[in-house]
Nanobody, 121 residues
Framework: QVQLVESGGGLVQPGGSLRLSCAAS????????VAWFRQAPGQERTVVGVSWSGGSSYYADSVKGRFTISRDNAKNTVYLQMNNLKPEDTAVYYCAADPRRGSQPYVYDYWGQGTQVTVSS
């Protein structure tokens, strides 16, 4: 079992930055893919980006060039650095982990509780 806890959400002005953290416990997830998803009210949960254990990554077009996922395996933590935030980035952000490879929510068995990100002036 893997337990995930997100932190770092909050209110930020357009153009600002936030860094979300996803800390894992229960077992190391060095060999797991870790994804960030987001869900706005009334909308489906969609992928923001994925970091796979082999070092490759994937980003949704809407965040490419603005968001970056990094991993600190020593701390069993994955980060989502979000720069140049826009109001449309407002959502609850979730991290998820699974040893399988994919970018759809159904692939991931382990989920955090979510953290709210609000981009507003």
């Amino acid at each position: 079992q893997v337990q995930l806890v997100e932190s770092g959400g909050g209110l930020v002005q357009p153009g600002g930055s936030l860094r979300l953290s996803c800390a894992a416990s229960g077992r190391t997830f060095n060999s797991y893919g870790v994804a960030w998803f987001r869900q706005a009210p009334g909308q489906e949960r969609t992928v923001v980006g994925v970091s796979w254990s082999g070092g490759s990554s994937y980003y949704a077009d809407s965040v490419k060039g603005r968001f970056t996922i990094s991993r600190d395996n020593a701390k069993n933590t994955v980060y989502l650095q979000m720069n140049n935030l826009k109001p449309e980035d407002t959502a609850v952000y979730y991290c998820a982990a699974d040893p399988r490879r994919g970018s759809q929510p159904y692939v991931y068995d382990y989920w955090g509780q979510g953290t709210q990100v609000t981009v507003s002036s």
